[in-house]
């Protein structure tokens, strides 16, 4: 079992940037691979970015087409800890984010087994 709690978000306005943080405790953190979701009102959740496990050996991040150049996926594991750093905001950045765990190297929502609660984060414009 992996608990996760993100940081809280905000109130930005576009243009400027955000650092969203989700600490894990349970089993060992560094085994699991890590993602960013978000869910915007009346949309389905779609996939942001993930960073892999310490195991993985291929490419470690990877990031929605929609954020790349903008948002930046890292991992402390001597902190148990993966941040979302997000420049440049739009306001279609406009969503709950939400961090996830899984054993496998996956964008797909549905990889992810374990879920934090979620943050909202709001850009204005």
């Known amino acids: 079992q992996v608990q996760l709690v993100e940081s809280a978000g905000g109130l930005v306005q576009a243009g400027g940037s955000l650092r969203l943080s989700c600490a894990a405790s349970g089993r060992t953190f560094s085994n699991y691979n890590m993602g960013w979701f978000r869910q915007a009102p009346g949309k389905e959740r779609e996939f942001v970015a993930f960073v892999a496990a310490i195991w993985w050996t291929g490419t470690t991040t990877l990031y929605a087409d929609s954020v790349k150049g903008r948002f930046t996926i890292s991992r402390d594991n001597a902190k148990n800890t993966v941040y979302l750093q997000m420049n440049s905001l739009k306001p279609e950045d406009t969503a709950v984010y939400y961090c996830?765990?899984?054993?496998?190297?996956?964008?797909?929502?549905?990889?992810?087994?374990?879920w934090g609660q979620g943050t909202q984060v709001t850009v204005s414009s």
């Open positions: 996830a765990a899984s054993g496998q190297l996956t964008r797909s929502s549905n990889g992810y087994n374990y």
